[in-house]
């Protein structure tokens, strides 16, 4: 059926997008078992990046994406250096509000500067479609999957190959037993953050052709994020793509067959499942979990 | 312990002469910070005794103000009896998901974000059910000139405050009680060591269900009577992940494991709203007030770790 | 034996003479309490309503009108706060409230307006409970949601005159929130009743949290519907707009019954042309009143990056109402004011409709609506003909056709 096949290819496309949405939380979580609920802000600034750089200089989403993701690198390496380190050691709910407080300045700050109206970015290339095999891809959608692909194929690789990646991977695994052996956790650590909301920038930035900038679009990113992330299995990033893709399809399924609105249902449903029935998630291991 | 209900029965007669010195507009002010006190105060009991993080206490508010509410317009029920039955509908509910959790043990963040998963889900079922409006909300109809507050249990800013003065003592003595409880003990001790505990003979599964269960009633209860309050109800702003949020502010930043936590929270958080709304007004910029807010639960967050109340104690212990 | 001397008396006689719309007796300004949404979710119409306030009171006050004091409370977007807000602005001495454009709020803020005694001016708020609760205080200047199908389907049946056809199948594509819910509610019990033939084959409902919607549109363009009926906020309907460009989906013609979004400036900057000849049946001013370019002149003086829509022009027509109460009651008094807001009778004013008269429950049932069409990425008037600024484009033209 033309219908579904073509909501299905979306379906996919979007779980992509969900997925890279995803990156930087599950690399933060992951490592440092940080409950960072303000991950949607982090992803809001990437995409208010996006849209100024858009502004300024109508240079494709594309090119906004090395800029976000500095900044955002920037910000997660100095919020984890100095303040969310002190926090590693408390309990889950005190690092809970701490994120609140912090996704509640950062909402607020947007608004005061921003303003509230959604900054749709105008071009000929947000509309554009590629038609492959009869269906209709969406160009912004597609460039967000490949770069998705992208992004977790080069994390890979640094997070296997190079001595840093090593230590954060070292650091996530035995945080006494990677101190032991000389790693400096805090550093290690910053780094993990300021990688997690680079992606997270990243992500912002290539999204904001497609979902309107304006300051509360957060908190739907962040459950999108934790749902997928668990889906997925804390700490990878190819879990993380699969869980997008998992969701997004399942959700496009859903909007065939019940009303929309209600399509979300099948998300939590699966969350439930999961965490009932597999709480590794898809790619984690047994041991992965809690 | 018996201090500690004194000084509650303090506290309480002395709010009580609230109306007949404060306006309306304090009056309802503080009759919110009162219900938030008592929210948090519910939540607390999982919180600050088992250590079991709920992200959805959203889920119990609603169910609790949906079920007085469309028992009284739309089966005629007295929220007299629609307040316990909102209890008992949401002691339920907080069971099935504690002994879910329980069963498949599901623990720690994975168990907060499954509360939350329940309410979203919650949510969105409610949105799309008919008898409760759906989205399209539902609402009580005015107050006639013949209302009788001790009836209806509805009134004016003069009887919400003492209505939610009421809850918000309640759950303070609830508290106080479970503190010194044998259930308290195990409570405390299943957050300590739970293998432990579960070793020295100590009913894990029965508790973590009890626990809940109450938790879910209290917060169902006063759900009932901040919907009685608004006069409306929309299952996004009740049951919503913002309302679960809202419900958790106050007692973390008033200092969790400890009675007064949540009432000093809650007394601190409203003002803080109140008086970054002004500031932003004064201004003139939109949003500021968002801004103020989250600096200043960040401040207390960064540098009070155990919260607003232990400093309080101490101040006031410091000044005898 | 009070002796008045002659300058006096010719004072006091000019002084009633020169200035008859201002009140005699009056010394101290009246304080107005504005209760809206200008931080939180619902920022976007609030502070669009919070400027059409803004606006009218200067301007009030420069014509040499009743002196009001307008006093602001912002509620956060949280309906709780309508209660609390409304009680801080009478303490503060304000003896009537406008406000509060969520449906939720307004009912919250009327607790406490009904039990104060205080009338409640509602500017914008579309349950249709809001005055079918009992509240005696509220008086509503907003169509309800079925007072705005009745409107939209004469819009729609004129414009089936005009261009000489009429689509004979709908779908009706809504968001899930309060405004699409009740206006859904409304399309179901009215459409076959007002005879309108127009079939609706299917009515699909999507989250207002969705940023996802080329299921839904896929949806409804599987139906085949010659008409899309859109009820959407902003932000939907840009998406849908885009989903519609990158999918082809072209029907005859896209007309919301009763809508936000289309006519906002955020969706005409963000869409561009492929928003043009998107319709729309909404309350709006009429361009033809006298006052209206002054009005919109000014407005685009002191905001020129926004434009002036409905929630601007019902928050401005609301401070005109109430300046019109005052004038009338000759007092700040909030019983004076009510009892003249129930007497309210005013012939000229620039949103479109009828005299503005409140019934028994409060509401005005003389608002009109008016068929609103994107042209150029500007909203245009084209319905009714009598206060038409052009003529309506039908059918749509296919968006490959508009690069």
């Known amino acids: 059926m033309d219908l579904a096949a073509g909501v299905i290819a979306n379906g996919v496309l979007m779980g992509a997008v969900y997925g890279l949405i995803a990156f930087g939380l599950t690399i933060i979580f992951g490592v440092m078992r940080v409950v960072n609920f303000a991950h949607g802000e982090m992803v809001v600034i990437g995409m208010y990046v996006g849209y100024l750089l858009w502004a300024a200089f109508d240079g494709p989403p594309l090119a906004a994406v090395l800029p976000a993701a500095a900044l955002l690198f920037a910000i997660g390496y100095l919020l984890q250096f100095h303040l969310v380190q002190h926090f590693l050691a408390r309990p889950a709910h005190v690092q809970f509000i701490l994120f609140i407080a912090l996704a509640l300045v950062i909402t607020g700050a947007h608004l005061v500067v921003f303003g509230p109206n959604p900054r749709g970015i105008f071009s000929f290339a947000s509309f554009e479609v590629y038609e492959v095999a009869g269906l209709r891809l969406d160009a912004v959608r597609t460039q967000a999957a490949a770069a998705a692909l992208l992004i977790v194929v080069l994390l890979w690789v640094f997070l296997r190959a190079s001595r840093l990646g090593r230590a954060i991977r070292a650091a996530a695994d035995n945080r006494t037993g990677a101190a032991v052996v000389g790693i400096r956790i805090r550093h290690v650590y910053a780094v993990t953050a300021g990688i997690g909301m680079a992606c997270a920038g990243a992500a912002g930035a290539l999204v904001a052709p497609l979902f309107d900038t304006q300051p509360f679009l957060a908190p739907e990113f962040t459950l999108i994020a934790f749902i997928t992330v668990i889906l997925g299995g804390i700490g990878s990033l190819p879990g993380a793509l699969l869980g997008g893709l998992l969701i997004g399809v399942a959700e496009a399924a859903a909007a065939l067959v019940l009303p929309p609105s209600m399509k979300s249902v099948v998300s939590y449903g699966l969350l439930i499942l999961v965490m009932l029935a597999r709480p590794q998630g898809i790619i984690g291991s047994p041991e992965g979990a809690r | ?320 | 034996m009070i002796r008045i001397s002659r300058r006096a008396a010719l004072a006091g006689a000019g002084a009633a003479l020169a200035a008859p719309a201002t009140i005699r007796a009056q010394s101290a300004p009246v304080k107005v309490g504005v209760i809206l949404p200008t931080s939180g979710v619902l920022a976007v119409p609030g502070q669009a309503s919070r400027r059409g306030i803004d606006l009218a009171a200067r301007m009030l006050a420069e014509a040499g009108g009743p002196r009001l004091e307008i006093h602001h409370a912002d509620t956060a977007s949280r309906s709780e706060n309508g209660r609390v807000a409304a009680e801080r602005l009478i303490r503060e001495g304000c003896t009537v409230l406008i406000g509060a454009w969520d449906s939720g709020t307004t009912i919250s803020a009327a607790q406490a307006a009904e039990a104060a005694r205080v009338p409640l001016m509602v500017n914008i708020a579309s349950a249709p409970q809001v005055t079918e609760q009992g509240f005696s205080m509220v008086f509503r200047n907003f169509t309800p949601a079925n007072q705005l199908i009745t409107n939209a389907v004469e819009r729609i049946r004129e414009l089936g005159q005009i261009v000489g056809e009429m689509p004979r199948t709908a779908v009706l594509l809504h968001v899930n929130d309060t405004f699409g819910t009740a206006i859904a509610q409304a399309v179901a019990a009215l459409w076959t009743r007002l005879g309108i033939p127009i079939q609706i084959v299917e009515t699909l409902s999507y989250a207002v949290t969705a940023r996802d919607l080329s299921a839904e549109v896929a949806r409804a363009k599987a139906t085949n519907a010659e008409l899309l009926m859109p009820v959407t906020r902003v932000n939907d309907a840009i998406l849908i707009v885009r989903e519609m460009v990158r999918q082809d989906y072209v029907p005859k013609a896209i007309i919301g019954p009763g809508s936000p979004g289309p006519y906002e400036k955020a969706f005409t900057d963000a869409v561009g042309r492929f928003g043009d000849e998107y319709m729309v049946c909404v309350p709006w001013h009429n361009p033809r009143n006298p006052r209206t370019p002054a009005v919109l002149q000014r407005f685009a003086r002191e905001y020129p990056n926004e434009r002036f829509e409905l929630n601007v022009g019902f928050s401005f027509e609301a401070v005109e109402i109430v300046a019109d109460a005052v004038r009338r009651a000759g007092s700040g008094d909030p019983a004076a004011i009510h009892a003249a807001l129930r007497t309210t009778d005013i012939a000229d004013h620039i949103m479109y409709g009828g005299p503005i008269r409140f019934d028994e429950k409060g509401q005005n049932p003389n608002i009109g609506g008016v068929m609103l069409q994107n042209q150029g990425q500007e909203p245009k008037v084209v319905g009714p003909s009598a206060i038409a600024e052009a003529r309506a484009i039908y059918p749509l033209t296919p968006f490959r056709n508009r690069r």
Not at chain 2, 171 to 199: K, N, P, Q
Not at chain 2, 288 to 295: A, D, H, V, W
Request: charged share 10%; proline share 4%.
């Open chain 2, 1 to 320: 312990m018996r201090q500690g209900a004194v000084l509650i029965a303090a506290l309480a007669a002395v709010l009580a002469c609230g109306p007949l010195v404060l306006d309306g507009y304090l009056l309802s002010l503080l009759a919110l910070a009162f219900a938030f006190a008592f929210f948090g105060s519910a939540w607390s009991l999982m919180m600050g005794f088992a250590g079991i993080l709920s992200l959805g206490h959203g889920l119990y508010v609603g169910i609790g103000g949906y079920t007085v509410a469309v028992g009284l317009v739309t089966f005629g029920l007295s929220p007299w009896l629609g307040l316990p039955l909102a209890g008992l509908l949401c002691a339920a509910a907080g069971a099935a998901i504690a002994w879910t959790g329980f069963r498949f043990a599901v623990r720690g963040v994975y168990f907060a974000l499954l509360t939350l998963a329940a309410a979203e889900l919650a949510r969105i079922l409610f949105e799309h059910w008919p008898l409760v409006g759906g989205t399209g909300g539902f609402f009580l109809p005015a107050l006639g000139a013949g209302n009788v507050p001790l009836l209806s249990l509805r009134g004016g800013p003069d009887f919400f405050y003492l209505a939610f003065l009421v809850l918000m003592t309640a759950g303070l003595l609830v508290t106080l009680a479970i503190r010194h409880s044998r259930m308290g003990y195990r409570l405390m001790a299943i957050r300590e060591d739970e293998d432990a505990a579960r070793a020295s003979g100590v009913p894990v599964l029965r508790m973590r269900i009890a626990v809940a269960a109450l938790s879910g009633a209290m917060t169902g209860i006063g759900g009932g009577m901040f919907g009685l309050m608004n006069g409306s109800l929309f299952p996004g702003s009740i049951m919503g992940v913002a309302a679960s949020i809202e419900v958790m502010i106050a007692p973390i930043v008033g200092g969790l494991g400890t009675v007064f936590g949540p009432a000093v929270g809650a007394l601190f958080v409203m003002p803080v709203h109140e008086l970054s709304e002004h500031l932003a007004q004064e201004a003139g910029v939109f949003g500021l007030n968002t801004l103020i807010y989250g600096l200043l639960v960040l401040v207390v967050v960064v540098f009070l770790p155990a919260g607003l109340a232990p400093s309080v104690a101490r101040l006031l212990r410091g000044r005898r």
